[in-house]
């Protein structure tokens, strides 16, 4: 007759389990960018090619709230391995704070967006005149190939002032790239917060 428990196998002592380094190599802690981009986050090199990333590759973020955005992966050598650099625009369409722990995982073949229909905050452009999309958009998107997801804020500075954009449409899907054949409306009363 075989026994079931044999005297060699160790118990496993679930008291301190919490206290064990947990196996989920995605989840990463976040912390401040040194950049003020909002396409982009940094992680180390290793932990890009542990999850087999490479440099300028957009990535998905999920933080709290399943709130979820797209950016594109850059290397700091700097940074420890269980942690993520992001802005505060990133951090806000996330709804998470720094420390705060989010998700990374490769987005893929990404499109490049057809449209796009941005309207800014209504608090951001109070005291502005002229055109919004000459001023800030074009040279915010020139030569940039930013990434975006329907839902985004983003952050625009130029002029003597900054402006909020909130992204309501795309085409053809949810998510993408804004390149030079992108087609950018800003028709439609500005947003309220």
Known sequence: MSHLFS?????????????????????LIAEESLNDDNSTIQISQAKMSELKIFKGD?????GKKRKETVCVALIDNKLEDGKIRMNKVVRKNLRVRLGD???????????NFTKIHVLPLDDTIE???GDLTKTYLIPYFKDAYR??????LF?????????????????PKEYGIVGPATVLFTEGEPIKR
Do not use: Y
Request: proline fraction near 10%; charge should be positive; charged fraction near 35%.
């Open 7 to 27: 005297p060699k196998e160790e118990k496993k002592d679930f008291s301190t389990a919490i206290l064990d380094a947990k196996k989920a190599p995605n989840k």
């Open 58 to 62: 957009p990535i998905f973020i999920k």
């Open 101 to 111: 722990v989010v998700q990374i995982r490769p987005a893929g073949d990404v499109p």
């Open 127 to 129: 005291g502005i005149t």
């Open 147 to 152: 990434p975006l997801k329907k839902g985004d």
């Open 155 to 171: 952050l625009v500075r130029g002029g003597f002032k900054a402006v909020e954009f909130k992204v309501v449409a795309t085409e």
